[in-house]
T-cell receptor, first 114, second 119 residues
């Protein structure tokens, strides 16, 4: 069974600082990997996803993530945090093929301080 | 497009009552998913449909939970009887299968959720 681990349930950064949210996956075969964002009282919105093309994936709102097979990681970064980035971020994994089951991590709450 | 629509947005009920949550997926999407989000267990997939047919319901917690999709534009999740431990936010999501080499990686679009409180 596949699983995903998000290190740090809460990350706090200053506005303008680097954002780094960590995600590690467990799978015998590199899966599809996703980052979703959830703003308060809203549903989840896709930030970016890794399928099988470039290992550095660029998403919306200036976020990007790099797939590293050797480290089984898919960490999310943004060079400069903005107040509007405050939200909960979820890493998710699904197996390759026709299986559409997403398995989510526990989430990381990002706080941005002025 | 209006996105995925869920109703009601909030539901408060008493233990033992029947609860029905509703979802309208994005028009043209052929996959529909029901998730439950709690502090303890995080976000869990309950069941998903393809072309109105249930494909995997292994996440449905108990027989008290049932889901239907009578047509491509409507789905329900029913809890009967409800219990306090069912209190959670329930999300519906939909996606369109792209096919091809990366099938299964399609973006899921989430609704705003229904916050259920069972007293």
């Amino acid at each position: 069974a596949q699983s995903v681990t998000q290190l740090g349930s809460h990350v706090s950064v200053s506005e303008g600082a680097l954002v780094l949210l960590r995600c590690n996956y467990s799978s015998s075969v590199p899966p599809y990997l996703f980052w979703y964002v959830q703003y308060p009282n809203q549903g989840l919105q896709l930030l970016l996803k890794y399928t099988s093309a470039a290992t550095l994936v660029k998403g919306i709102n200036g976020f990007e993530a790099e797939f590293k097979k050797s480290e089984t990681s898919f960490h999310l970064t943004k060079p400069s945090a903005h107040m509007s980035d405050a939200a909960e971020y979820f890493c998710a994994v699904s197996p390759r093929g026709s299986n559409y089951k997403l398995t989510f991590g526990k989430g990381t709450l990002l706080t941005v301080n002025p | 497009d209006a996105g995925v629509i869920q109703s009601p947005r909030h539901e408060v009920t008493e233990m033992g009552q029947e609860v029905t949550l509703r979802c309208k997926p994005i028009s043209g999407h052929d996959y529909l998913f029901w998730y439950r989000q709690t502090m303890m267990r995080g976000l869990e997939l309950l069941i998903y449909f393809n072309n109105n047919v249930p494909i995997d319901d292994s996440g449905m917690p108990e027989d008290r939970f049932s889901a239907k999709m009578p047509n491509a534009s409507f789905s329900t999740l029913k809890i009967q009887p409800s219990e306090p431990r069912d209190s959670a936010v329930y999300f519906c999501a939909s996606s369109l299968a792209s096919g091809g080499y990366n099938r299964g990686s399609d973006t899921q679009y989430f609704g705003p959720g229904t916050r259920l409180t069972v007293l």
